[in-house]
């Protein structure tokens, strides 16, 4: 199972882009890479997923390289509201067996200030 | 409808009780998940039910049992708890078990062992 790596802990300011960057050396071939948010005492959410190069939508962008060992969450503009923390997964593509689970990492505890 | 709603809120119960958490989805999911949540720590699944059958089990201790009575509900029995069973309890649903599918989280219930 691929594993991820993500800084603990990372400081911005409102109106600042961030980039949060997750390490996932043992990807396989049919992974997907996943990032979720969680606020405070409340489920993850969704922010976006992608495959390979660039996968953009309302809320973030996603760059992976051609190797995809690593992979950037693009927040642009952030406020005060994205104050949270960001998961990044890897999840096996179609498959049923056993083996297929996603296992959150131990996430990047995202603070931003006035 | 993209919410899944999770009953009771919180939950305080002696080690010798016997309590249920509920969990309920609307969407037309056929997977659904139990993730167990410690402070400052990643979500850590605990069952996956595919189709309302038990898929995947990550050997979590029989005084957790899990019941899945329809599409739509997950149970999660407890009995003989134990302190250290004092988390946050968060069900999931996606469309399906394969593991890009984009999995939709309840607030959780926050479950305290005396």
């Known amino acids: 199972l691929a594993k991820t790596t993500q800084p603990i802990s990372m400081d911005s300011y409102e109106g600042q882009e961030v980039n949060i960057t997750c390490s996932h050396n043992n990807i396989a071939t049919n992974d997907y890479i996943t990032w979720y948010q969680q606020f405070p005492s409340q489920g993850p959410r969704f922010i976006i997923q992608g495959y390979k190069t660039k996968v953009t939508n309302e809320v973030a962008s996603l760059f992976i390289p051609a190797d995809r060992k690593s992979s950037t969450l693009s927040l642009p503009r952030v406020s005060l509201s994205d104050t949270a923390v960001y998961y990044c997964l890897v999840a096996q593509g179609k498959g049923y067996s056993s083996a297929s689970k996603i296992i959150f990492g131990s996430g990047t505890r995202l603070s931003i200030r006035p | 409808d993209t919410e899944v709603t999770q009953t009771p809120k919180h939950l305080v119960m002696g080690m010798t009780n016997k309590k249920s958490l509920k969990c309920e989805q609307h969407?037309?999911?056929?997977?659904m998940y139990w993730y167990k949540q410690k402070a400052k720590k990643p979500p850590e699944l605990m069952f996956v039910?595919?189709?309302?059958?038990?898929?995947i089990n990550e050997s979590v201790p029989s005084r957790f049992s899990p019941e899945c009575p329809n599409s739509s509900l997950l149970n999660l029995h407890l009995h003989a708890l134990q302190p250290e069973d004092s988390a946050l309890y968060l069900c999931?649903?996606?469309?399906?078990?394969?593991?890009?599918?984009?999995?939709?989280f309840g607030p959780g219930t926050r479950l305290l062992v005396l």
């Open positions: 969407m037309g999911h056929r997977a």
């Open positions: 039910y595919s189709y309302e059958k038990l898929s």
């Open positions: 999931a649903s996606s469309q399906d078990r394969t593991y890009q599918e984009t999995q939709y």
